[in-house]
Structure formats: C-alpha cells, structure tokens
DNA sequence: CGCTATTTGCAAATGATTTGCAATTAGCAA
DNA sequence: TTGCTAATTGCAAATCATTTGCAAATAGCG
C-alpha cells in the first residue's frame, strides 16, 4: 500500500528519525502528543495536551514522561511561564537558542529572530504588535565558590 | 527609651516606610523575615526563609502571604529558577528591572550592570568568574489577538 | 514469530502553594 | 492610655503540579 499524502502521514516528520536513533519506541501516546504538539503554535501544559487528546488515548502521567524525555533530546522545548505549570512547544528546528514572544493571556508564542536586549522591548513589540511588553532574563552558571 | 545603635535599629530601614504607605502593618513575622532577606546575599525560598528564622517565630504559611505581599509592594523580587520553588531577595533599591546571575549550584545570586544580551554570556562570564553561563529570556505581552 | 528492554496505566507519594476560619494584634482614634 | 477595627496570624486541610513504584502491555530487533 501506498502512502498517501491525504490521509495520515506519518513517517515523514523529523522526530521520527531521532527518536529511532536515541532507541525510543515510537508509540501510540508519544505520536499523538507530537502531532498535536505540531497542530499548535502555542506551548501546551501537561494538562492540555492530557485533555486536547481523545479521550483515554494516553494517561496525564504519560503526557510528563513523555514530554520529559523530549526535551532531554531536545525535540520539545519547556517554558516555564512563572504560573505554576510548565509548557512545552515542539522546536521545529534543532535550533536551540532561540527567544520567545509570550502573550501573557493566551500563552500564545512566536520566535524571535534576533538575540539582544538592549533596546528590544520597544523593537520587539512594535514588530510583533504585542503590547506591554517586558521581557524575563536571568544568567545562569557555577560561581566562583562553587566551582571547586 | 532611646533607641541604641548598637541593638536592634529597626526604624530606619527603607521597608518600613513602603509598608506603611501601603496601609500594611509592620508585624513581627514581617521584620523577621525582611531582616532575615536583607542579611543574606541570596534569593531564599519560602521553606529557606521558614527555616532559618528562630523556631516558631513564624509559620511556613505566613512565610508564604508575606512574601508574596512583598512582592506586590516591590519590595523583594521573585526568582523562577526553574527548579520547583520560587526564591526571593530583597530589592534594596526600589530599581525594577535589574538582571541577575544566579549559581545553579548554591543560588548565590550577583546583580548585572548592564542589559545586553548579544555576547553577554561570555562577557558575563568572564567578569563574574562563573562557568558555565548561559541565560534565559523570555517577553511577554499582549498579542494583537488579545487587546480587544 | 519470539524475546526483551522500553513504555504504559493506575495508585499513591511528594512538594509547593493556597484557602477557610477563628483567634490575635498593630496602629489609628478618642 | 485605652478601645476599636481592619489587617494579620496560625493551624488544618485543600489544591495543584509533578514524581515514583510496580505489574501488565508492547515496539522493534533478530
């Protein structure tokens, strides 16, 4: 049988292969976040993804471990919003480092292209059309004390 | 009686004044833990903070509405390390808008000059002594679907 | 087709944070 | 100084997000 390009195409997505490398099963639950992941241009929490999924498809601790283990190879990315729950967006590309655009009321997101502050709210906001924006920034790494 | 400069000086702290302007009293629990933040050179979490002060001298959950009312005020500034629980450290100017660069080992927190974030890390790096740096940055805003 | 490491579901544990409510208290007013 | 009242506290219990243990199910290789 023939692959159809109208009906379920799925063994053509980038996630498929690296999956398979890392010697993860391709199953039923982690196909259905994916290509639900794929379907919204917004980071989903666990919760969402758990209830956007027909109904007993794949259980809430499932959609955790899941999502867990994509990003540790990097295919999801987590946004931690502030709000307790934590979101995950799929990273079309392996491009990491990139910056997001959250609408802080639909937690809607888009890229940015570039990687400064300076300046940048303004610059981002008139791009983009968002209002009020403000951006989170915070350094990360091993001080001094610590480094022995 | 006179106030002494040796003992307890609790009337001249930037704090006292903000919390009265804003109808707040100045308890027990809140001096206790406004000194406590203002000793350390860290973001404390809520259970940190609980911790550290004298036995009994306050509860966790009051740790908790404290903390929390202090931030509303501008008073002390929430750290989202990512790990589960939320830290806090004093503002000690009322300057918004301050980066920071956090140890992921101790939470040991330095502030940041300037806000630039191009070649910020190794720049960063190279004048804090930390390894390993890398940062965060997220915006936030209102989408244009969202202004209605 | 069979085997085995990987996954899943379900129940229950954890941990952070919040809420309800009655008792307590800071700070203003008389 | 003494009262009064709104703000605050403590304690118990509720929520919520996330994790863990374990036996049953299964993807994917040989």
Same mark, same amino acid.
């Given at each position: ?14 996630w498929?292969a690296r999956l398979?490398q890392?010697? $993860?099963?391709?199953? *039923?639950?982690?196909? #259905?976040?994916?290509? @639900? !992941? /794929?379907?919204? %241009? ?35 990315? $987590?946004?931690?919003? *502030?709000?307790?729950? #934590?979101?995950?967006? @799929? !990273? /079309?590309?392996? %491009? ?53």
């Amino acid at each position: 049988m023939g692959s159809k390009a109208t009906s379920k195409v799925c063994d053509d997505r980038p996630w498929q292969a690296r999956l398979r490398q890392q010697s $993860r099963k391709l199953t *039923g639950p982690r196909r #259905a976040i994916l290509e @639900l !992941l /794929e379907r919204e %241009d917004r980071p989903l929490s666990n919760k969402e993804i758990f209830q956007a999924l027909p109904k007993g498809q794949c259980d809430l601790v499932t959609v955790y471990r899941s999502v867990q283990m994509l990003e540790r190879l990097g295919i999801v990315k $987590r946004f931690q919003l *502030g709000d307790g729950a #934590a979101r995950f967006a @799929l !990273l /079309e590309s392996g %491009d990491h480092h990139r910056h997001h655009l959250v609408c802080t009321r639909c937690t809607r997101i888009e890229e940015i292209g570039e990687c400064i502050v300076r300046e940048l709210e303004q610059r981002v906001a008139a791009r983009s059309k968002f209002k009020a924006v403000t951006h989170r920034l915070e350094f990360f790494g091993i001080c001094p004390a610590c480094q022995s």
